[in-house]
Structure formats: structure tokens, C-alpha cells
């Protein structure tokens, strides 16, 4: 119940709407109650005195009654056409406005959740709650509460109307309810739990979509075609089987609950049939009765129908709620906002351990004084990206301080600190959008002479003017028809254009060729003497020029100084910049 008041509670506000959608239904309600009656009336009233007397004047008169009888049945027929649009259209309204606060306020909330959480989500997972879930919910919000409050004051109101014209007989209809019931609440039981399975499945083979579209040149590469076939094969066919066992369910429990509906109706049939012939219940009597039993039968055949809605929405919403219930990155942030920002940078015993456990980083004590470009070089996997995350606030230290013009970054509201920072990360996200909409991303309507500044800088202006439609090119998605060293000129300018005063920049040349790194090396220079730069970097080339170079391996930093003094020093920083000399020298041996 808790789960059905939470997804109910996003209807609140609409409850006008709601309400007058309830109103139709209730006279839907009433009007289709009011139709046997009237069958009954034509039944023992005209019918009935032709088939006894036959005169003249009474088939007239009946014949005139049947008239008035039709008129009435076209008035009220076009009355119940006008509610069922209005039902359909309000409770439409109302399902579709509550579904569009939940997508959004999914969508919200999936944009404020913190690194950590991203890290271990799946791409697949995230966008199956924000699509078939909310569908499920939509499914319950409409189609599923006209069912349920139509066919429940359906039931209720033929309840009352038949005990009226005969309670023996309503008693006799309602024998088999115990069991029915006993029946609809195993049969929710058995379901749920298959639902919430079938939603898991989506999931997994939405994700298994994402990664094969992101991941396509990959599995090109390497010739991988089938086997992702056959592993989705595998993912699709586990729908296929999960899907099947539910309808097999439901395959089952729907035809029963029918079979136990028609005994009721031949024991009505039976006894009603033996109180007309003593004259204790009239013909019409009889069939309108038996019209309200086939009426109730209607409800009670909707019942595995309405309970599968309900348990589908329930087993989504408990898969949203899952996402909206993760702490936010928002309830992190500090009070005070970064209106400026020097780009003093201070690292004071610092430790980074993540969430599973793993020590990213230990003991990290490191000050940089604005303006200063620091270089940061080490192995794979030592800790260069997840020390630079945290002067964001991607991840925050375990342990220490990690202090921004001498105030904790924690201290910072987190939107504030982000402007003052620009980052070129090592994988460049391009929108499928134009080069102009990407580039003035930072800050909407920017004007097209400080896009091209920013541009040049970058070193690809150039390109772009050869393009067919120059700024105004669109772009494939994720930037595909660009090479990787122009997607991350285009992620240079596009961080140069938030103008931050300090710029991060995870091996942002690593993608690129000798003479493109060093124009690109050239406009970093330029673009640094105002701020602080981070440079992450994996050959050594790219950080000569650095203020100071950060060596770093296994979570510690084991050397700093220029590039000369580390050169003496011959530890670490020495033995990495002799094994590069090496390669780039039986690369030219190779050429030649």
C-alpha cells in the first residue's frame, strides 16, 4: 500500500482532473445499471401483453410505448458516448501530466546523482526505469484506474441492485466469491514477483544495446559480430522465457475465474428458472437479472487484468523509487557560493578510497599557487584522473583536505565551484548537435566571434571553415564524424570558452599527431598564463614546460620538481622519459 500511496501522490495536484473523470465514471456506472431496467420494463410491460392479448388498441399502445422506449435508449446512449469521451480524455490528461512529473523528476534526480553512483549504474538500467517503468506507472495511472474504479462500482452497484429484485438468487451468484477471491490473491502472489523479473530482463538487454551502439567500432574491429549476437540472443530469448511463464499464468488463472463466473450463472439460470414457472419472478425479471450476473462477470474476468496492471506498476515503481531514494550530489554541497576564484589549489594528507574498498590515492600533500601549470605523469592506473576529480568534487577525499583559495572545496556550493573549472577529459563527449551548440555548451547564446576565439586557440577553426555549413554543421552522434584529435580540439575550445580559472587537462593530446599536439601544446601555453592548469599526461613531451611535474605511482606522489630537476634526480620521472626516448628512436628506425 505504501508503494500505490507514493505513485498515487504525484496525482495529487491533479486531482480536479481526476475528479471530474470520476464523475463520468460514476455515471457510466449508473447508466449502465439503468439499461437492464429498462430491458425488463420492454420485456413484462409491452412484450409480454402482446404475446397474452393481442388487441388493436394494446398493440398500438405498446407499439407507442416501445417508440417512446427507443427514443429514450438513443438519449441515453448518446449520453454514455459523451461521458466515455470525457472519462477517457480527463483520466488521459491526468495520467499522462502525473507521468510527465515522474520522467522528469526521474530524470532530475539521475543528473544529481554523484560519480560514485554513475560509476556502478548501467547505462541500460537508468534509461529502461526512465522509459518501460514509467510506462508501467502510465498503464496504472490510466487504463488501469478506469478498470479498476468502473468495474468496482460496477460490482458494488449490481450487488445492491440484485439483492432488491431477489436475494436468493444474488446469494446463489456470490457462492463462488470466497473461492474466487482465494484465487485472485494467489494469483497476485505468483505474478509480482515474475513482473519484476520481466522489468530486470528489459533492463539488462536495454543495456546490452547501449554498450553494443557505444561499443560498435570495437566489436568491428575485432570481428565480434556473432558472439554479441549470440549473447543478446541469450538476454533475448530470457525475455522470451520469463514473459512466457507469465502469460502461462495468466493463460491459466484467467479462463478459471471465467469457468468459476459461468457456475454461478447456471445456478442462477436453474433456481431463476424455477421461479418463474411458480410465477415468483417475472420473464423480464429473469433476464435482467441474469443480464446484471453477466454484468458482474465482467469485473470478476477483469479482475487478472486489474491485479497485473497493479503488480506491474508496483514492481516499476519500486525500480524508480530504488533510483529516486539514492542520495542526491545536491544534499552534499556546502553553503558557501564561489563567486570568484584565484586558483589557488592544496592538497593537505589526502587519501581517495572508493566505495568497493580500492586506495586510489594515500598521504597526497601538494599546494600550487594560482596561475602555476602543474603536470601530472605516472603509470596506468596510478591515480592521475582520480586525483584531479576531486578539485571538482567527482569524488571527495576519504581522508584530508582537498582546499581551493584556502577554503575546503566541500564547503563550496557544488554548481558554484564547477563554473571556475574547465576539464577536457581523456574520452571527448560530443552532443549530436551543431559544432556551434557544442562549443557554446558551458553558457547558451554565446556570441559566434568568442566561439571562433576559442576555436583558433584550439587549433580547429580551420577545419571547421572547410566544413559545408561551418559552424552550423551537425554532428554525428557522440562527434563520429570527426577524428579523435579534432574531437578534443573541439573539447579544448569548448573548456577555454567557460574561460575557468582553472583548467584541467586529463592527456588531452594523446589523440592527436606530432604537429597537431604542438599547435595544441602552443595555445594551452597561452590559455595558462591566466590560470592554474592541471596537465595529466602519458608522455613526457607534453609537460616539459610545466611549472612543476607530479610523478605518481600507486596512489602516492613519489617525485615533484621541473623537468630538469626530476631529470637529475634519476628516479621514476628518468627512467619513464629514457624508455620514451627509446621507443620514438626505433620508431624513426623503423620508418626509415
Known sequence: MRTISRIFSFAKKYWLLFAASLLCM??????????????????DDCLTDLASSPTPDIIKANLKELQNFAILLIGVFLFKAFCQFMQNYTIEMVSQLSVY????????????????YHDDAEAGQLISRSTEDVEALRQLFGPGVVNIVV??????AILVKCITMDWLLTLLGLSIMPILGVVVFRYSHIIRPMYVKIQ???????????????????IKAFVREDDQIKKFNKLAWGLYDRVLASTKVSAFYGPFMDF????????????GGLHVIHGKLTIGGLI???????????????MPFMVAVIQNAIASADRIFEVLMAHPERLLDGKTPMKRCRGEVEFKNVTLTYHDGTVALKDINLKVEAGQMIGIIGPTGCGKTSLINMIPRFYDASKGQVLIDGQDVKSYVIDTLRRHIGIVSQETFLFADTIYANLSYPRSMMPIETVVEAAKAANIHEHIMSLPEKYNTMLGERGVNLSGGQKQRMAIARALLMDPAILILDDSTSAVDTHTEALIQEAINNAAKSRTTF?????????????????????????????RELLEKEG?????????????????????
Not at 30 to 42: D, E, G, K, T
Not at 210 to 216: A, S
Not at 288 to 302: C, D
Not at 535 to 563: F, L, N, P, W, Y
Open 572 to 592: 621514476l620521472y628518468h627512467r619513464i622519459y629514457n624508455s620514451q626516448l627509446l621507443e620514438d628512436s626505433q620508431k624513426e628506425n623503423f620508418v626509415e
Open 200 to 218: 530486470n530482463q528489459v533492463g539488462d538487454m536495454t543495456s546490452a544495446i547501449t554498450q553494443n551502439i557505444m561499443g560498435i567500432r570495437v
Open 101 to 116: 512529473d515522474i520522467r522528469n523528476k526521474l530524470f532530475d534526480h539521475i543528473q544529481r546523482l554523484s560519480f560514485t
Open 260 to 271: 468459476l463466473a459461468v457456475l454461478a450463472t447456471i445456478l442462477v439460470l436453474w433456481v
Open 151 to 156: 468495474n468496482c462500482g460496477m460490482a458494488m
Open 288 to 302: 435482467a437479472f441474469n443480464t446484471y450476473l453477466g454484468m458482474l462477470i465482467g469485473p470478476v474476468r477483469m
Open 535 to 563: 596537465m595529466i599526461a602519458q608522455r613526457v613531451s607534453a609537460i616539459t614546460g610545466c611549472d612543476k611535474i607530479i610523478v605518481i605511482d600507486k596512489g602516492r606522489i613519489v617525485e615533484q620538481g621541473t623537468h
Open 26 to 43: 460514476g455515471l457510466l456506472v449508473a447508466i449502465n445499471i439503468y439499461w437492464p431496467s429498462i430491458q425488463q420494463r420492454v420485456i
